[in-house]
């Protein structure tokens, strides 16, 4: 079975500051791999997702993830965060087993911007 | 395209009460699914239908059942409310239950039992 674990329940950042979001997950077999963002009292909306096609995945809203397969990691990055990225992000694995289309969420992390 | 849509968005129920949340979607999507959030705990999946006619359980099915009712439209009931329901529940399709499929969200439905 796969799980996902975020580090971190909580980051803060100042405005135009890097942004990095942990994920690693746990997969026996090769996984896919979502990022989703969820702004306050909305649903959840996709971000970005690894299919195997290329390790390095550009999302909406200039955020990018790194599919580290030695490390198990998928962590979502920004450059330059904006007020408008704070969030909550999950971190989600589908793997490529039986379970198809099914997701495994991670908890989540509460992202929050100062200026 | 409204996308995901879901009725009701708060609902206040008292413990052994019943009631059914409504989802539709307008994607022509095959797959749908319920799920619950609650706080540091992510999604869990409670049920999903790969496609119109089937349904099958998720994480955390018990207490609830669900019905495909036609290929847009999939509802939670909750027979005997319990106050261990009390969570915000997304709907969410997809065009099929490829592991890559992308999979759209309501904007949830946020209920209470007292």
């Known amino acids: 079975a796969q799980s996902v674990t975020q580090l971190g329940s909580h980051v803060s950042v100042s405005e135009g500051a890097l942004v990095l979001l942990r994920c690693n997950y746990s997969?026996?077999?090769?996984?896919?791999l979502f990022w989703y963002v969820q702004y306050p009292n909305q649903g959840l909306q996709l971000l970005l997702k690894?299919?195997?096609?290329?390790?390095l995945v550009k999302g909406i809203n200039g955020f990018e993830a790194e599919f580290k397969k030695s490390e198990t990691s998928f962590h979502l990055t920004k450059p330059s965060a904006h007020m408008s990225d704070a969030a909550e992000y999950f971190c989600?694995?589908?793997?490529?087993?039986?379970?198809?289309?099914?997701?495994?969420f991670g908890q989540g992390t509460i992202l929050t911007v100062h200026p | 395209n409204a996308g995901v849509t879901q009725t009701p968005k708060f609902q206040v129920l008292k413990t052994g009460q019943s009631m059914t949340l409504q989802c539709a979607q307008d994607?022509?999507?095959?797959?749908m699914y319920w799920y619950r959030q609650d706080p540091g705990m992510g999604l869990r999946l409670i049920y999903y239908?790969?496609?119109?006619?089937?349904?099958d359980k998720g994480e955390v099915p018990n207490g609830y059942n669900v019905s495909r009712l036609n290929k847009r439209e999939f509802s939670l009931r909750l027979e005997s409310a319990a106050p261990s329901q009390t969570s915000v529940y997304f709907c969410a399709s997809s065009e099929g239950t490829l592991h890559t499929d992308t999979q759209y969200f309501g904007p949830g439905t946020r209920l209470t039992v007292l």
């Open positions: 997969s026996s077999v090769p996984p896919y």
């Open positions: 690894y299919t195997s096609a290329a390790t």
């Open positions: 989600a694995v589908s793997d490529g087993g039986t379970s198809y289309g099914k997701l495994t």
């Open positions: 239908s790969a496609s119109e006619g089937t349904t």
């Open positions: 994607m022509n999507h095959n797959s």
